[in-house]
């Protein structure tokens, strides 16, 4: 008799990546002095031992940050709070076990006085007992602000209905400065189920569900409302979610935070439309 023998081959699972022990979000990464941006930082302790006067730290390279922001403020600290430790800026949560994960939002706003130019934010978990690896985050863009002009975008939406259900959108594009802009396009993209009607300002694109809002020009502090409306008919019912996005403008756009904006109308039939 022959033996016949069955072989088990074992796969072991895929390896998942490790947790850092600080990582950053930043938005946006393009500011101008005076305006604010967000640091999202989050730390973990992946030792075996607690962690004393755990802190996330921030840096900049080759300036340093403090040089270039103030603190506005951070969240879910201890009564500390943030503070200036040399050329960094840090944030304490008190002490961190084994495992533990703490997250802060820096608040901060770029100096009045900051020369145009980049730095790369960097960050640090800190401790009083252990420090951890210093990371490099996104590069931080400080625009010239004699070059630069920040478009915003706004969508508001009011619903009619009736045997012809419609939606009438307004967007309001302002121009927050400190430059003059130009050439200003502004696409707006509306959901299956409704159907172009007309346009102030705006401009249907063939026979998609994509509209272009085009301004000249705008001075700073100005703006503009271009407008257009859609039908849904008698049958329309459920979610309709409208989405605008500045794509172009002159001179550059230092904050993208702002270039978009979504409505959601809901229908119940075409008699009744709300947004």
């Known amino acids: 008799m022959i033996a016949l023998a069955t072989a088990f081959i074992a796969i072991a699972p895929a390896a998942q990546a490790d947790t850092p022990t600080s990582s950053v979000e930043v938005s946006p990464t393009t500011v101008l002095p005076g305006q604010t941006f967000t640091v999202t930082q989050t730390i973990h302790n992946d030792r075996d031992f607690t962690v004393t006067f755990a802190k996330g730290a921030i840096y900049g390279s080759p300036t340093p940050i403090t040089d270039v922001v103030d603190v506005v403020s951070c969240t879910n600290t201890t009564a500390v709070g943030c503070f200036q430790a040399g050329s960094s800026y840090r944030a304490a949560f008190g002490d961190l076990e084994a495992g533990g994960t703490k997250t802060t939002v820096w ?4 100096k009045d006085t900051a020369a145009p130019g980049q730095f790369t934010l960097q960050h640090q978990f800190v401790g009083d007992n252990y420090s951890f690896d210093t990371f490099d985050g996104p590069v931080i863009t400080i625009a010239n602000p004699a070059t630069n002009a920040d478009v915003k975008v706004a969508l508001a939406a009011t619903g009619h209905g009736g ?4 939606i009438d959108y307004t967007l309001t594009v302002a121009n ?10 502004v696409v707006a993209t509306y959901p299956a189920g409704l159907s172009f009607a007309s346009g102030a300002g705006c401009v249907r694109v063939g026979t998609t569900r994509t509209v272009n809002c085009d301004i000249a020009s705008l001075a700073s502090g100005a703006s503009a409302t271009p407008k257009f409306s859609v039908n849904g008919g008698l049958l329309a019912i459920g979610s309709y979610t409208t989405t605008a996005v500045r794509t172009a403008s002159s001179p550059s756009d230092p904050n993208s935070a702002n270039d978009s904006a979504s409505k959601t109308c809901s229908a119940l039939t075409g008699l009744i439309v709300t947004c």
Do not use: D, K, Y
């Open 163 to 166: 045997l012809n259900a419609r």
């Open 107 to 110: 608040t901060l706003r770029v």
């Open 176 to 185: 927050n400065g400190p430059s003059a802009a130009s050439g200003i396009r």
